[in-house]
């Protein structure tokens, strides 16, 4: 048991450095790609400890009961955080699942980082659950969202239009917002193209639904449908451990940023 958490940890830490360091390579904004690659080494790092601790009882073998008392202590913080991280992934998966039967007349479809300039598979995937849902939906427009050019290369909603356009969509359904950096972005500018008080489709990868129904509230949207796109698989496991960072960093964020309470309540 002790021998397979191991290996399962070690490989895990080598795929996520895989997968990120080809996007720190390929992508326009790839310093927010190494900032969440130092965090997920750390926590990478911290589940591999908990998995040498399994397998070769470190603690048990410090000699000094001080030592000992201490390393009992590092180990159930190590156990009690791989058990949050665990559920927040879990909850995030899950989010990914619920799509809304709702209409509505306008759909934000959310960008996704070009490599190379050229669009993902998630991208991609996102792109045909746009497409279905403008079939499905006859009177119904297409925001595509998302910056981020790549020198003079086209912005990440720019390729999705192209890419509609191609498969049959007509241009006049589709509206462009090329300037977005990121999905707060996204949404704070869609609100200004649109009344953000009627309803409004979300269309995006499912591992990231549940931060962008929470970002599009932010931005002033109150009536949302749901409509996650299936997943690349290879990239399903390095996505939901970005957005577990993206949540923690919002945790972290918040606290930081909370008034100081002085005095009575």
């Given at each position: 048991?002790?021998?397979?958490?191991?290996?399962?940890?070690?490989?895990?830490?080598?795929?996520?450095?895989?997968?990120?360091?080809h996007?720190?390579?390929?992508?326009?904004?790839?310093?927010?790609?190494?900032?969440?690659?130092?965090?997920?080494?750390?926590?990478?790092g911290?589940?591999?400890?908990?998995?040498?601790?399994?397998?070769?009882?470190?603690?048990?073998?410090?000699?000094?009961?001080?030592?000992?008392?201490?390393?009992?202590?590092?180990?159930?913080?190590?156990?009690?955080?791989?058990?949050?991280?665990?559920?927040?992934?879990?909850?995030?998966?899950?989010?990914?699942?619920?799509?809304?039967?709702?209409?509505?007349?306008?759909?934000?479809?959310?960008?996704?980082?070009?490599?190379?300039?050229?669009?993902?598979?998630?991208?991609?995937?996102r792109?045909?659950?746009?497409?279905?849902?403008?079939?499905?939906?006859?009177?119904?427009?297409?925001?595509?969202?998302?910056?981020?050019p790549?020198?003079?290369?086209?912005?990440?909603?720019?390729?999705?239009?192209?890419?509609?356009?191609?498969?049959?969509?007509p241009?006049?359904?589709?509206?462009?917002?090329?300037?977005?950096?990121?999905?707060?972005q996204?949404?704070?500018?869609?609100?200004?193209?649109?009344?953000?008080?009627?309803?409004?489709?979300?269309?995006?990868?499912?591992?990231?639904?549940?931060?962008?129904?929470?970002?599009?509230?932010?931005?002033?949207?109150?009536?949302?449908?749901?409509?996650?796109?299936?997943?690349?698989p290879?990239?399903?496991?390095?996505?939901l451990?970005?957005?577990?960072?993206?949540?923690?960093?919002?945790?972290?964020q918040?606290?930081?940023?909370?008034?100081?309470?002085?005095?009575?309540?």
């Amino acid at each position: 048991m002790g021998s397979a958490l191991v290996a399962l940890a070690a490989a895990f830490a080598a795929y996520i450095v895989a997968i990120m360091a080809h996007r720190i390579a390929t992508v326009a904004k790839a310093d927010i790609y190494r900032k969440a690659l130092r965090y997920e080494l750390a926590l990478c790092g911290a589940l591999l400890l908990f998995a040498l601790d399994v397998r070769f009882d470190l603690v048990g073998r410090l000699p000094d009961p001080r030592t000992r008392t201490l390393g009992w202590a590092a180990r159930i913080a190590v156990a009690a955080a791989t058990a949050t991280l665990l559920a927040i992934a879990v909850s995030i998966a899950a989010g990914g699942f619920i799509r809304d039967r709702g209409s509505a007349d306008n759909a934000i479809v959310l960008g996704l980082a070009l490599e190379n300039g050229r669009p993902t598979r998630d991208l991609r995937l996102r792109i045909g659950a746009a497409e279905r849902f403008a079939w499905e939906h006859p009177g119904a427009k297409l925001i595509v969202t998302g910056g981020n050019p790549v020198g003079g290369s086209a912005s990440e909603a720019e390729v999705m239009r192209e890419l509609l356009v191609e498969w049959g969509l007509p241009e006049e359904r589709i509206l462009l917002e090329p300037e977005a950096a990121d999905t707060r972005q996204n949404f704070a500018n869609a609100a200004r193209m649109i009344d953000p008080g009627l309803p409004v489709a979300i269309v995006t990868s499912g591992w990231h639904m549940s931060r962008a129904v929470r970002l599009a509230r932010e931005a002033g949207f109150t009536d949302i449908v749901r409509v996650p796109a299936r997943s690349d698989p290879l990239q399903y496991g390095a996505n939901l451990m970005w957005e577990v960072i993206m949540m923690l960093d919002t945790w972290t964020q918040g606290w930081r940023t909370r008034p100081t309470q002085r005095g009575g309540a």
